[in-house]
């Protein structure tokens, strides 16, 4: 029985430090995905914005071209598009 309690003791702290060093993991790799995205979209939108200034796009042209190229993004089998 003394045994299974000093196993005990010895094994408690490994746990909480596997589990602190899991939720340390999880933050990080979350704030690096977040962190990417952010930048991908900061990137598109200042490519949007040249784009638009270089093509003389108003906004409604624009919105129109975004629209157009979402739609070709996706799969046209399965695509309904409501107008």
Do not use: C, H, R, W
């Amino acid at each position: 029985m003394e045994t299974e309690v000093k196993k005990a003791e010895i094994s408690a702290p490994i746990v909480v430090l596997n589990a602190e060093a899991k939720v340390n993991s999880t933050l990080a790799t979350n704030e690096a995905a977040m962190q990417a995205y952010f930048e991908v979209t900061k990137s598109e939108s200042l490519a949007y914005a040249k784009m638009k200034t270089n093509l003389g796009f108003d906004d409604t042209s624009m919105l129109k071209y975004i629209k157009v190229k979402t739609i070709n993004t996706f799969n046209t089998k399965n695509l309904i598009i409501g107008i």
